[in-house]
């Protein structure tokens, strides 16, 4: 609910008053770096190349997080963020890649190298195919049941026929008389 009352004071501003300038202070519960590192869908580090007020050419360094995107990209900042030729970035722009937009509360951040902490094992440049997950795809999960259930079943058929059940007979009975 509390996201549904910023939704609409937001609406009411932007109606009134227009757009001004964002700041960090006007973003509600600001998380860290190192958590919107681990949870946006897309994270990277670069320089800008150009900038002309509304659209930043972006020259892309590192990939963090999300799909593999070209060294050269746009990015379009939202409500007031502006950008600085020649400097370097960490970017967390939102996942509609053509072009790229930066949210005004996203945790896009001028570069700093105690950001290097953050840097997770798996970034890699641009051009480069995101490592696939250390968990298995579901085919291969499925791949391996099914070759473990034909094993298990080969095993029991070899089993009964060299141990095969006798056969059941209904007038069998046991002499109890000693």
């Known amino acids: ?14 109606a009134c008053g227009g757009a001004t300038p964002v700041s960090d202070s006007d973003c509600a519960d600001p998380e860290t770096v190192a958590e919107r590192v681990r949870f946006e869908s897309i994270v990277v580090k670069g320089v800008v190349t150009d900038w002309d007020g509304t659209t930043a050419q972006f020259t892309i360094e590192e990939i963090w997080r999300g799909p593999d995107l070209p ?18 970035y960490l970017v967390f722009p939102t996942d509609n890649p053509s072009p790229l937009a930066d949210a005004p509360c996203s945790a896009t951040t001028r570069w700093d190298e105690s950001l290097a902490e953050y840097r997770p094992a798996t970034a890699r440049v641009p051009g480069v195919a995101p490592a696939e997950d250390a968990d298995l795809p579901w085919e291969w999960v499925l791949a391996l049941a099914a070759l473990a ?9 070899i089993e009964r026929r060299r141990h095969p059940e006798p056969e059941w007979n209904p007038d069998f009975r046991f002499d109890d008389s000693d």
Do not use: D, H, N, Q
Request: charged letters at 25%; zero cysteines; glycine letters at 10%.
């Open 1 to 14: 609910m509390k996201w549904m009352s910023l939704l609409v004071l937001a609406l009411m501003a932007a």
């Open 149 to 157: 259930a034909g094993f298990l079943g080969t095993r029991r058929l």
């Open 71 to 88: 060294e050269k990209v746009e990015i379009v900042p939202l409500e007031g963020r502006a950008f600085t030729t020649g400097e370097r």
